[in-house]
């Protein structure tokens, strides 16, 4: 592993850390944020079951985000940790920062400076998410081995040729 993979992916996951202890031990401000887009959330098609508990999805959420930071940040499953951080990361930036709600020009300016820094994070998250570490994909190494058995049979048979032996 590398210098930057080091300290790029616990800074990465530093802050879905800390928010999501935050979101398990004290729910409360994290669940007026949902109840404030609650209402546009079910104009947009989101089944209310999945609003009806705010306290509990706010728990749920935190300790998802708390175990994928974890994982990101020591390198355990680093590729699916930045995969579920990513897919946690939309949802939580919606919540965070509602455009659509800002009463004022500086407060939709914060929430659009908000909604920006949460899609660059989400962009770092994928690339985290899709990072092999120089390593070649599960489709290269398949279609490689393939290659690589056409021409040793290629060669064995070329070697019977020459030599007059018969097939095995």
Do not use: C
Request: aromatic share 2%.
């Amino acid at each position: 592993m590398n210098l930057l993979r080091v300290l790029v992916r616990p800074a990465l996951a530093a802050p879905f850390i800390t928010d999501g202890i935050d979101a398990v031990a004290r729910p409360r401000r994290h669940m007026e944020k949902l109840e404030k887009v609650t209402p546009t959330l079910e104009r947009a098609g989101v089944p209310p079951l999945l609003t009806s508990d705010a306290r509990l999805l706010t728990r749920v959420s935190g300790a998802v985000s708390v175990l994928a930071g974890l994982g990101l940040a020591t390198g355990r499953a680093p590729r699916t940790s930045a995969a579920v951080l990513a897919a946690l990361n939309i949802p939580l930036t919606l919540v965070n920062y509602p455009v659509w709600t800002a009463a004022d020009k500086e407060s939709r300016k914060r929430s659009v400076s908000g909604l920006l820094r949460g899609a660059a994070v989400g962009g770092g998250l994928l690339l985290a998410a899709v990072d092999r570490q120089g390593r070649p994909s599960l489709a290269w190494r398949v279609r490689n081995s393939r290659q690589q058995r056409k021409a040793i049979e290629a060669a064995h048979l070329a070697v019977r040729e020459r030599y007059g032996v018969a097939p095995a």
